[in-house]
């Protein structure tokens, strides 16, 4: 009687035993907050990831052209849901080694652009200057199309006061952009491309114009006049610039055959 018995002795072990794992099991925490807190850190805020996004809205808009030391650069950007679905070079340097670098950068200019989804891209390798000049015309393009999209929301909030600004609530949406023909001059070809929105000239720009040799200079000074003034004119009825004849004159006829185009 005065012995312990072996299975008392093992029962009270296992119970024992039990207890000491029942204990740690409660002081175990559920879950472990620093993994949790680790993965929200990670996780970059959505809006960062706009940058120089242009704002919500659709339509296609050019940049002011930049002036480099070795001819003009302008960029067009398509806007589709306040995103960069296209980017081109409307004008790029042109004539001898030019050529090559041009065709080597623009497009990897082009594909950055519509990477990043703003201006904040970097610069070619060889191709300094045009990229410096591609970016500031880009940045131009970027702010027309936030300024063009912050417009339209505007228009919308006021509804249907007339039958003619409902026409218009689309904004960038309802712009329409036509080419007209290739004039043919004694130096070269000129293309004209023009946006018109409301039936107004809303853009204007040359998609070809006479290069090499002291083309590069007439035109550079001569086609952001002729742009301007078209769209100031809101027609064909605009004056040549002064040592720029044949550029004007194949300007003009570009012109109108794309306003012939668009409806007048």
């Known amino acids: 009687m005065r012995k312990s018995h072996p299975i008392r002795r093992v029962v009270l072990a296992g119970a024992a035993t039990v207890s000491g794992i029942v204990l740690l099991l409660s002081l175990k925490p559920a879950s472990d907050p620093g993994s949790a807190q680790a993965a929200g850190v990670g996780a970059p805020p959505a809006a960062s990831a706009q940058g120089g996004a242009p704002a919500a809205g659709s339509g296609t808009v ?16 398509t806007v589709s849901n306040g995103k960069i679905t296209r980017a081109e070079a409307v004008q790029a340097p042109k004539g001898g080694q030019s050529d090559q670098i041009t065709a080597n950068a623009v497009p990897k200019l082009n594909q950055a652009v519509v990477a990043a989804q703003g201006a904040d891209i970097d610069a070619v390798s060889g191709a300094t200057y045009t990229s410096a000049g591609y970016k500031e015309s880009l940045q131009s393009a970027i702010d027309k199309a936030k300024a063009a999209g912050g417009s339209s929301q505007g228009s919308g909030s006021q509804g249907s006061g007339s039958e003619g600004s409902g026409s218009q609530g689309s904004g960038a949406a309802q712009a329409k952009t036509v080419t ?3 004039a043919q001059t004694q130096y070269g ?68 055959s794309a306003l012939d185009q668009a409806g007048g």
């Not at 050019?62 to 950007?77: I, K, M, P, S, W």
């Not at 018109?196 to 090499?212: F, L, M, R």
């Open 189 to 256: 070809a000129v293309q004209v491309r023009i946006t018109v929105s409301g039936g107004k000239i809303t853009q204007a720009e040359t998609v070809q114009a006479p290069k090499g040799g002291q083309s590069d200079q007439i035109t550079a000074n001569a086609v952001p006049k002729l742009n301007q003034a078209a769209v100031t004119a809101g027609s064909a009825d605009i004056d040549a610039v002064s040592g720029a004849t044949y550029t004007s004159a194949g300007y003009k006829e570009s012109l109108q």
């Open 180 to 182: 007209g023909s290739v």
């Open 62 to 77: 050019t940049g002011e052209a930049a002036q480099t030391q070795y001819g003009a650069v302008q960029v067009r950007l």
